[in-house]
């Protein structure tokens, strides 16, 4: 009994550890589950959950891991949810270059599950292989300063607008076993003005 108890006390010190880790603000932390299925090889990829609307997971929270981002929660049921992986084709992070905060997207373009590339980082930015790419906040699916990856390789094309570069996703796939669910005060209420937005332009 006594080491059940210790055990206990040890897995709740981890969840704070691993919490703090990678989430500057632990109030965002919602739900944790554990990824029961991941698909990693096609053009689009999902992740599976066991944790449902009886838990109190929504369509469109964020997901995180233990390194990073992972993807948006997509369908629920009762009891388990589906989510859109980091590794989707229609998947595009709002982000921003760690060292000049300048605004840029992350996509994956279905090639290695461990890279991601860097889109609309403008020429005149100086940026290099080592330099940390993270959330930008101007979403609500995540909070700023969540990691995405770093920088791996760079080229410039000479009459290029953007860089081409490539990066390491922080979060690895491959491995990726439990994740937190994000509850982002305020998120209902920004998708609603989003929405007022996209029908006003329609």
């Not at 589950?33 to 609307?53: M, P, Q, W």
């Not at 948006?72 to 949810?81: A, D, E, G, W």
Request: negative net charge; contains cysteine.
């Amino acid at each position: 009994e006594e080491n059940a108890r210790l055990r206990q006390a040890i897995l709740a010190l981890s969840d704070t550890l691993m919490a703090q880790d990678f989430i500057s603000d632990s109030s965002h932390l919602g739900i944790k589950a554990k990824v029961i299925d991941n698909s990693l090889f096609f053009r689009n990829n999902y992740l599976t959950i066991n944790k449902g609307e009886a838990d109190g997971v929504k369509k469109g929270m964020g997901v995180v891991g233990p390194d990073g981002i992972v993807g948006q929660v997509l369908h629920t049921t009762t009891n388990y949810s589906s989510v859109l992986s980091v590794l989707h084709g229609k998947t595009m992070i709002s982000a921003h270059h760690g060292p000049t905060r300048t605004l840029c997207s992350v996509v994956w373009k279905g090639e290695d599950p461990l890279y991601a590339q860097l889109e609309y980082l403008p020429r005149h930015i100086p940026i290099a292989p080592g330099d940390s790419i993270s959330t930008s906040g101007f979403n609500s699916i995540y909070p700023e300063d969540q990691l995405i990856g770093i920088v791996s390789q760079v080229h410039l094309d000479n009459d290029a607008t953007f860089y081409d570069a490539t990066i390491r996703l922080s979060t690895n796939f491959y491995t990726l076993t439990y994740v937190y669910l994000l509850d982002l005060s305020g998120k209902q209420e920004i998708d609603s003005l989003n929405q007022k937005l996209d029908q006003q332009y329609e």
